[in-house]
Nanobody, 121 residues
Framework: QVQLVESGGGLVQVGGSLTLSCTSS????????MGWFRQAPGKEREFVAR????????YYGDSVKGRFTISRDNAKNLVYLQMGSLAPEDTATYYC??????????????WGQGAMVTVSS
């Protein structure tokens, strides 16, 4: 069972930036695509971004395109989500995911416990 642990969540002002990190226990991390999703209270889990195992290919949800950047460090078993130009609608619990590729949460097999991000005005 892969263990994923997110960190870096917190409170940030509108227009600010925040970077989330996710560490993986998987021995084959460098061969595994990774993703980020988010879930706001009362809403369904939403695809945010994904990155190929090599880090070369990335894909973003429309709501974060141009503002968020996903990256990874395979030597450290880490994946990052750099978030910029944050808005109140970005407030959510952000989840790291592994073992999938699509934009549906059902396609991903491993999840972290989540990191809360609150954007205040």
């Amino acid at each position: 069972q892969v263990q994923l642990v997110e960190s870096g969540g917190g409170l940030v002002q509108v227009g600010g930036s925040l970077t989330l990190s996710c560490t993986s226990s998987e021995d084959t991390f460098s061969g595994t695509p990774m993703g980020w999703f988010r879930q706001a209270p009362g809403k369904e889990r939403e695809f945010v971004a994904r990155i190929s195992s090599s880090g070369i290919t990335t894909y973003y949800g429309d709501s974060v395109k141009g503002r968020f950047t996903i990256s990874r460090d395979n030597a450290k078993n880490l994946v990052y989500l750099q978030m910029g130009s944050l808005a109140p609608e970005d407030t959510a619990t952000y989840y790291c995911a592994a073992g999938g590729w699509g934009i549906s949460p059902r396609e991903w097999t491993s999840w972290g416990q989540g990191a809360m991000v609150t954007v205040s005005s």
